[in-house]
C-alpha cells in the first residue's frame, strides 16, 4: 500500500499527459526521452497492477482522435515503432501501426507487414535491417530487467502451488497407465489429457504461464512427458516397448523398469548423435557447394519460363509457406500469393520456382525466386537457402531424445478371438474361462501384414503361414 501511495502522483501526471507520437519518434533523443520516462515508471512500480495498467493517452495527429492504451501496452507498441524513428518515417504513423498481439507470431507479422513490405521499395535493406535489429533488441530488454521484478523463473514451487490449488492439475500429473491398454489408445488419452493440461498452464499462475501465452516454442510431447506420463517408448531398431512408463518427469522414475526403458530411449539418441550427425554434416557441405554460387540476376525480372510446378496448397500453414511466390492465374498473369488467399487452399495451382528458372549461369529472376528478392536482394541466396534447408535436419538429430516417440495403430480383432483371447498392451493371452473347445482354431496372420514373427530366423515356418494354438 505504501508503494502504491508514493506511486500515485506519477500515475497522476501520466494521466494528465497526452502524447503525440509523431514527435517522439522524430529524432533519437526525443524518442529516448519517452522511451526512459515510461520505463522509469514501469520498473518503479511494476509489481502494482494500477501502475502497469496505468491509462496512457496519445494521438498520431494534432487534430486527430485520442487513443488510450495501458502504459505496460503503450510501452512495447513505441519500441515496436522504433524502426520509424531509424528510417526517418516518423511522419508515417497512424492507427494501423498499433499493435495489439504480443506473441511471437503477431511480432513477426507486424514487421513483416509494417515495416519491411511498406519500406522495402524506398529503404534500403541494410537500413532497414538495423532498425528492426535495434527495435528487437529494446523488446529483448524487457523480459531481461522485468523478470527478475516478476520472479519469472522454472521452479518447482510454482507446480507445487497450481497442483495444491488446482484439483485436475493435480490428476493430470498423476497419471497412471493401464498396462492392458494398447499403445494407440494410450496415446490417444495422452493427446487428450495434453489439451486439458493447456488450458490450465495458460489460465493459471505457474512458471510456464508467460512462455505459453507468448508462443513459445515448446514441445507438446515434451508437456506430455513432463507433466503427465511418459508413455510407450521404442526401442533402437524402432518396435514399440512393452510396458509404458506411468511416471513424468516433474514427479520422476518411479520404477527399477522405468530407468531402464528411459535409458534405451538415451541409447537411441546416442546412436543417432554418433551414426548420422556426420552423414547430416556431410550432406549439408555437399549442399552449400552446389547452390553457394546461385544468385538473383541483377536485370532479368521474368525469365518468361513455360515450365510452371502444380502444387496443391493442402492447409493453412502450407499456404504461409507458399506466401510470395509467384502463380499463374487464370489468364495466365503472375499473381503474387497472399496470406488472405484462402481460398486457394484445396486447390492446385501453377507457381513459377527456381527450380525451373530460364536464366543460366547459376542464376535465378525475380519472378522464379519470388518476392522475397526484394529482401535479398544482397544475400547469396544459394547459400542462403541451403542453411535454411539443411540446418533443422542437423538440428532433428540432435533432437532425437526429445523426438523418440510412438504412433501405433489400433489392433482388432473378431468376436472369436475377443471370446478366448485377451490383448493385453502387445501381449496375447488365453481366457481361463473358456467353454468352448479351441483345438481347430487359428490365429492367421496374413504374410503381407507381418513377414516374421522371428527375427532371428527368416527359414522357420512360423514366420511364413500360420501359428496355431
Not at 548420422?276 to 557441405?285: E, I, L, P, S, V
Not at 535454411?388 to 533432437?399: A, G, H, M, Y
Not at 482354431?441 to 514366420?463: C, G, S
Request: proline share 3%; with cysteine; net charge neutral.
Amino acid at each position: 500500500m505504501n508503494l502504491l501511495k508514493n506511486m500515485e502522483r506519477d500515475i497522476e501526471l501520466l494521466s494528465e499527459k497526452t502524447f503525440y507520437v509523431p514527435a517522439i519518434l522524430e529524432t533519437d533523443e526525443s524518442f529516448d526521452k519517452t522511451e526512459t520516462y515510461l520505463y522509469d515508471v514501469l520498473k518503479s512500480g511494476f509489481e502494482i497492477k494500477e501502475v502497469r495498467e496505468a491509462p496512457v493517452k496519445f494521438k498520431f495527429k494534432l487534430d486527430g482522435e485520442i487513443h488510450t492504451m495501458q502504459l505496460r501496452r503503450f510501452y512495447v507498441n513505441l519500441l515496436m515503432w522504433y524502426p520509424l524513428t531509424t528510417m526517418k518515417k516518423s511522419q508515417d504513423i497512424d492507427e494501423s501501426y498499433m499493435v495489439t498481439d504480443f506473441s511471437a507470431k503477431g511480432r513477426e507479422k507486424y514487421f513483416n507487414n509494417q515495416i519491411i513490405s511498406k519500406y522495402i521499395e524506398t529503404v534500403d535493406n541494410s537500413l532497414i535491417n538495423a532498425a528492426i535489429n535495434d527495435s528487437i533488441f529494446k523488446l529483448e530488454k524487457i523480459p531481461l530487467e522485468f523478470n527478475v521484478l516478476l520472479g519469472a523463473s522454472m521452479n518447482l514451487r510454482g507446480f507445487i502451488k497450481l497442483a495444491i490449488e488446482n484439483k485436475e492439475f493435480m490428476d493430470l500429473i498423476n497419471t497412471t497407465i493401464d498396462p492392458n491398454e494398447q499403445p494407440h489408445n494410450v496415446e490417444r488419452i495422452l493427446n487428450e489429457k495434453l489439451r486439458q493440461l493447456l488450458v490450465i498452464l495458460k489460465t493459471h499462475d505457474n512458471p510456464l504461464r508467460s512462455i505459453l501465452l507468448a508462443g513459445g516454442n515448446i514441445k507438446e510431447k515434451q508437456l506430455i512427458e513432463f507433466f503427465i506420463a511418459v508413455g510407450y517408448k521404442s526401442t533402437v531398431d524402432g518396435k514399440t516397448l512393452p510396458t509404458p512408463i506411468s511416471s513424468n518427469f516433474l514427479k520422476g522414475m518411479n520404477t527399477i523398469s522405468e530407468y531402464y526403458i528411459e535409458a534405451n530411449s538415451a541409447i537411441k539418441a546416442l546412436l543417432a548423435n554418433f551414426e548420422k550427425m556426420g552423414d547430416a554434416g556431410f550432406w549439408q557441405k555437399n549442399m552449400m557447394n552446389l547452390c553457394s554460387g546461385i544468385k538473383l540476376h541483377p536485370t532479368i525480372d521474368d525469365c518468361n519460363s513455360v515450365r510452371p510446378l502444380t502444387v496443391e496448397v493442402k492447409t493453412k500453414a502450407h499456404l504461409e509457406v507458399l506466401v510470395g511466390q509467384y502463380r499463374l492465374g487464370y489468364n495466365g498473369k503472375l499473381k503474387v500469393i497472399k496470406e488472405d488467399d484462402t481460398n486457394l487452399i484445396g486447390k492446385k495451382i501453377r507457381i513459377k520456382s527456381p527450380l525451373t528458372c530460364g536464366c543460366r549461369d547459376g542464376y535465378i529472376c525475380k519472378k522464379c525466386y519470388g518476392d522475397m528478392y526484394k529482401i535479398n536482394s544482397k544475400v547469396g541466396v544459394g547459400a542462403f537457402g541451403t542453411v535454411k534447408i539443411s540446418e533443422p535436419v542437423s538440428q532433428r538429430v540432435l533432437e532425437t531424445k526429445h523426438l523418440n516417440t510412438t504412433n501405433s495403430v489400433l489392433i482388432s480383432f473378431n468376436e472369436t478371438f475377443n471370446r478366448i483371447c485377451l490383448l493385453s498392451s502387445n501381449e496375447i493371452y488365453l481366457l481361463s474361462n473358456i467353454e468352448e473347445n479351441i483345438n481347430n482354431l487359428y490365429i492367421i496372420i496374413k504374410k503381407d501384414d507381418l513377414n516374421k514373427l522371428y527375427a532371428d530366423d527368416t527359414e522357420m515356418d512360423a514366420n511364413e503361414y500360420v501359428t496355431k494354438f
